[in-house]
DNA sequence: CCAACATGTTGCTATTGACAACATCAGTCC
DNA sequence: GGACTGATGTTGTCAATAGCAACATGTTGG
């Protein structure tokens, strides 16, 4: 079923190239095959249940054959992290867009799509904060991270130009959401925790959550006029 | 080497219960050699590098001897994480300990230790945060788990009488906070942003950021008596 | 002393990752 | 048009591993 579901999927794709044989060629596009069969079985059964004969079984081909796209394991999942991780990218960027053109709630908007995201699609979420990824993660994955992170740092930046924490240091302002936010998404979306938080919606706990992070609209932030705490530096 | 520490170190325990003999039988205690030699395969080559087999062969028994203790690599990764566990809990709850009598200085203080643990034990921190271990969580560990989670909760609440948030959910704050922490430390201990955060000082990033989740003493938190200060003359 | 038990060993099978040699197909060059 | 080349997939193989079963050895208690 699924592989046939793959299968049908990427014929169309090649379908695109060469319009008349659907499905002629060894498989067609073995390489994205793999790659979407790998996220299901992520999915269904989690990462360590994943292995690239069993990838091949269910996409139909040798057990080889993977190695032609895949250097290793870690290559294919490396591949799977970079692009969960454009998409997770976008998906940020795209809850920014849709927040308006206030830079706080816009910031605000992109910390709860991070957990949005993690609790959506959580095999990409997994993927690529599995320790293994990350160890030896590849050139192409360690640069779109930092892209991403340097995308949130200018967001950072813009929700502070606009009253949110002035005396911080953007990076540290950065540093301290994103982790706040992946913390919570980890959180939510693998087991930990769900004991207690039995019986609330994740999608409210995640807005309370980044509402400590930032407020949700630039007026709700400390301003000239209120009440202001300076009793000291905060080393 | 390695095998002889351990195997020497274990004869000690065992000499504890049977003053005589040192180490006469099989091996001694094999299951606290094996957990000990696990967290030194994950301190240096990673979880992933961990096998039972290669356990064995380095604690000097045959490939099988560790299924008697634990019934597969699940198992002794659960039993180790657990022991992390307990330390983990120890280390954060002797910061608090550490910190003095205000409430929110305490909880500060937690936050920053979970860090520092994270940092000094990066193999019981990658090992309890593991996925496959939260996921095949056995009983113990997520017993150990849900009372951390609880004294984080009393902590927060003392904190927030002590003028914390005095608005928000006390599970919500916990949450925050606990999500926050992790959150950083996952990001220190492992490699991701290491780019950007080149040549900062690990300990003193992981106070800022804590210090945003909440204030380093009770006397910082925003009150209704405190210093007002027109944000235009600040800083 | 013997029986039950805990602990460790040896041997086996199935799965997996990784590699090498070979086969097939497409497009290109002469 | 036919051989060359490169990309793709197949078959065969090896080493490492997990997991199981049968057996051996040391321990303990009746």
Redesign the interface.
Same mark, same amino acid.
């Given at each position: 079923m699924l592989l046939l579901t793959t299968s049908v999927r990427h014929s169309i794709h090649v379908g695109i190239d060469n319009m008349e044989k659907t499905m002629t060629y060894h498989h067609g596009n073995l390489k994205q095959a793999l790659l979407d069969r790998a996220a299901e079985v992520i999915a269904e059964q989690?990462?360590?249940a994943l292995s690239l004969r069993g990838l091949a079984r269910d996409v139909g081909v040798s057990h080889a054959a993977p190695a032609r796209h895949f250097r290793d394991k870690k290559a294919l999942l490396s591949a799977l992290a970079n692009e969960g991780y454009l998409r997770f990218s976008a998906y940020v960027t795209d809850a920014a867009e849709k927040a308006g053109a206030d830079p706080v709630a816009r910031y605000n908007a992109m910390g709860r799509s991070v957990i949005r995201f993690a609790l959506t699609y959580p095999a990409y979420f997994?993927t690529f904060n599995?320790? &293994?990824v990350?160890?030896a993660?590849d050139e192409g994955l360690?640069k779109s991270?930092?892209e991403y992170?340097e995308i949130v740092?200018m967001a950072a930046a813009q929700a502070q130009a606009a009253g949110w924490?002035?005396?911080? &240091?953007p990076? %540290?302002?950065m540093?301290?959401s994103?982790?706040?936010?992946?913390?919570?998404a980890?959180?939510l979306s693998?087991?930990? @925790?769900s &004991?207690?938080?039995k019986g609330r919606d994740m999608e409210v706990?995640a807005e309370?959550?980044i509402n400590? %992070?930032v407020p949700p609209s630039a007026d709700q932030c400390?301003?000239?006029?209120d009440?202001? %705490?300076?009793? @000291?530096e905060?080393?």
């Open positions: 989690g990462i360590e997994a599995h320790p &293994d990350s160890q993660a360690l991270h930092k992170m740092l924490q002035p005396d911080i &240091d990076l %540290v302002l540093a301290f994103s982790a706040a936010a992946t913390g919570t980890n959180m693998n087991g930990r @925790g &004991d207690i938080f706990l309370q959550i400590l %992070v400390a301003q000239p006029n009440i202001k %705490v300076r009793q @000291g905060n080393a």
